[in-house]
């Protein structure tokens, strides 16, 4: 059983930093992409971020491109989302995010998903 636990989230003020942690279990990490999303209040779930399991290939939604970066230490089980240069836009929840096979493209599908992390970013 799959189980992916975010953590970092917080408050934060327009121009500040914030780094997310997901830490999985219950399957095996490496070898698969690993993905990251965000719902902001009254909005669909949206695709942030996702990496290839050495970590050499990333993909970036337009919206996050040269402010976040998606990074993952395999040996800990462990994919992070650097936010930089926050914006009170980027208010969602965050979800990390697991595709189901390892041949599965970077925009997915990703099939097993954490419960989220909130991110609030005040103007």
Do not use: H
Not at 35 to 57: D, L, N, Y
Not at 61 to 84: C, P
Not at 95 to 122: D, E, H, I, K
């Amino acid at each position: 059983q799959v189980q992916l636990v975010e953590s970092g989230g917080g408050l934060v003020q327009a121009g500040g930093s914030l780094r997310l942690s997901c830490a999985a279990s219950g399957g095996t990490f490496t070898n698969y992409p690993m993905g990251w999303f965000r719902q902001a209040p009254g909005k669909e779930r949206e695709f942030v971020a996702a990496i290839r399991t050495s970590g050499g290939s990333t993909a970036y939604a337009d919206s996050v491109k040269g402010r976040f970066t998606i990074s993952r230490d395999n040996a800990k089980n462990t994919v992070y989302l650097q936010m930089n240069s926050l914006k009170p836009e980027d208010t969602a929840v965050y979800y990390c995010a697991r595709t189901a096979t390892r041949f599965t493209g970077l925009r997915g599908p990703y099939n097993y998903w954490g419960q989220g992390t909130q991110v609030t970013v005040s103007s």
